[in-house]
């Protein structure tokens, strides 16, 4: 059974940074692309980032909000995904999905969330 | 890139069917076969009910199917039990990106 597990949430002041890691198990990781979703307290989904394998070039994309100040890398010899955030804003209060695209367009597999709170 | 349009709350007798809208543009869902569709319990990660519309992934009851038409996509329940009580997203790529739905929540009668 595919395990996607999230750390390094917790606690940060506006304009701070923070990295999540989303560790893989019994999923291809080297195969897969990876993706992260975030939902605000109390609110809907929305998606943030994904990447590519290597062998389709290993590059991101972005959703505007986050765009220039969060960055998605892969270590694929640790089956660890990461979410670098910089210049963290109240409203990136949230909890973030790691996810595993499959066949690209739609998320297969999620894991239990990381809950990253930006507060003064 | 706007979230895609739901019902804020569909509710049903054990037994019934229901079923969820999801309003798209030109430019997510009616320009792709990739519609999806998530289950949300209290508490709970999401989980994949359906995938490019209508493909359901194993293991998932066959209660579930989806559909399109244009701009709307939609997610049917038949046979309502109460375990469908939850929170149901839609999610539509579009170019480089996806886009969520406003989120229902399905509560059974």
């Known amino acids: 059974e595919v395990q996607l597990v999230e750390s390094g949430g917790g606690l940060v002041k506006p304009g701070g940074s923070l990295r999540l890691s989303c560790e893989a198990s019994?999923?291809?990781?080297?195969?897969?692309?990876m993706s992260w979703v975030r939902q605000a307290p109390g609110k809907g989904l929305e998606w943030v980032g994904r990447?590519?394998?290597?062998?389709?070039?290993?590059?991101?994309d972005y959703a505007t909000p986050v765009k220039g100040r969060f960055t998605i890398s892969r270590d694929d010899s640790r089956d660890t995904l990461y979410l670098q955030m910089n210049s963290l804003k109240t409203e990136d209060t949230a909890v973030y999905y790691c996810?595993?695209?499959?066949?690209?367009?739609?998320?297969?597999?999620w894991g239990q969330g990381a809950l990253v709170t930006v507060s003064s | 890139q706007s979230a895609l349009t739901q019902p804020a709350s569909v509710s049903g007798s054990p037994g019934q069917s229901i079923t969820i809208s999801c309003i798209g543009t030109?430019?997510?869902?009616?320009?792709?076969?990739?519609v999806s569709w998530y289950q949300q319990h209290p508490g709970k990660g999401p989980k994949l009910m359906i995938y490019e519309v209508t493909k359901r992934p194993s293991g998932v009851s066959n209660r579930f199917s989806g559909s399109k038409s244009g701009n709307t996509a939609s997610l049917t329940i038949s046979g309502l039990q109460a375990e469908d009580e939850a929170d149901y997203y839609c999610?539509?790529?579009?170019?480089?990106?996806?886009?969520f739905g406003t989120g229902t929540k399905v509560t059974v009668l």
């Open positions: 019994e999923l291809t990781f080297t195969n897969a692309w």
């Open positions: 996810t595993a695209l499959g066949d690209r367009e739609y998320f297969q597999y």
């Open positions: 990447i590519r394998n290597r062998r389709e070039g290993g590059t991101a």
């Open positions: 999610c539509s790529y579009a170019t480089n990106s996806y886009v």
């Open positions: 030109s430019s997510d869902v009616g320009s792709y076969n990739f």
